[in-house]
Every structure is written in C-alpha cells, then in structure tokens.
C-alpha cells in the first residue's frame, strides 16, 4: 500500500503519507485502520508524492462521508492536508466542499507546506469550533 502512517500520541497526531498511485480502496482501508486502531484528535495527509490519477469523484465523496460519521470521535479535532500540485490542490478542495454538505465534526484544511499544516495542527484548538476551516 502507497500509504505510510505513523502516530505520535504525545501529540495526538496521525500523519499518512501518500505516495505513488494510490486508488480509492486504498483510501478506505487507510481511514479504516485509523478509526479501528485508536484514532487521534490529529490527522495529517502528506498527499505530495501521491499520484491521485485513479482518485475518483464518488469514492472521493464516499470517503468524506465517512470520515464525517466515524469522526464523532474526534469531534473539535483537526485535519490538515498537505498538497503540492495543482491537481492535488483540487481535489483537496473537492473533498473540503464534501465536508461542508457532511458537517465535519472536525475541522479541515488544506496546506501547501508541511510546517504550515503542522503549525495549525498543534495550535491550540479549544477555542475553536468544530468544522471551522481557518487555514484552508
């Protein structure tokens, strides 16, 4: 699987990083080790050596739909993504606009660089509201 993922408790922070090709069961397997594995208030998607080619707009949705119903648990959490191409970046952006119509019960960002979206992840979020998109 194209998918490395590592978790920091300390930190509370999962971090995946995806490269190569990458399809849509990979996706699903990847969230679904994360939630069945213990999930953490954190989650990082290291999406810039990933070639999402065959990432298709359903299964796109798909997922979205489920990270909002298995995220009650990380309600008040935060998710960030980190993207380097144009196309990336789109889809990112597809996924956070499905995140919309699902109500997240965390929030979402996208970034361009990974210290960006690790500043954001380790800022201190109790002040903020669950599905705010600050940073995206």
Not at 120 to 129: G, I, M, R, T, V
Request: hydrophobic share 40%.
């Amino acid at each position: 699987m194209p998918i490395k993922t590592t978790r920091d408790r300390s930190n509370e922070l999962t971090e995946h990083v995806v490269s190569g090709l990458i399809i849509d069961d990979e996706m699903f397997a990847c969230q679904k080790e994360f939630y069945e594995g213990g999930p953490t208030r954190l989650q990082l998607w290291d999406m810039t050596a990933a070639d999402l080619a065959k990432i298709t707009t359903d299964g796109l949705r798909r997922f979205v739909g489920r990270a909002a119903m298995l995220g009650e648990v990380r309600r008040g959490g935060r998710t960030a993504v980190i993207v380097r191409s144009g196309e990336q970046y789109g889809l990112a952006r597809m996924a956070e606009v499905f995140g919309e119509f699902e109500s997240l019960p965390f929030a979402y960002a996208v970034f361009r660089s990974r210290d960006e979206a690790l500043a954001w992840l380790l800022a201190e979020s109790k002040s903020q509201p669950a599905g705010a998109k600050d940073g995206a």
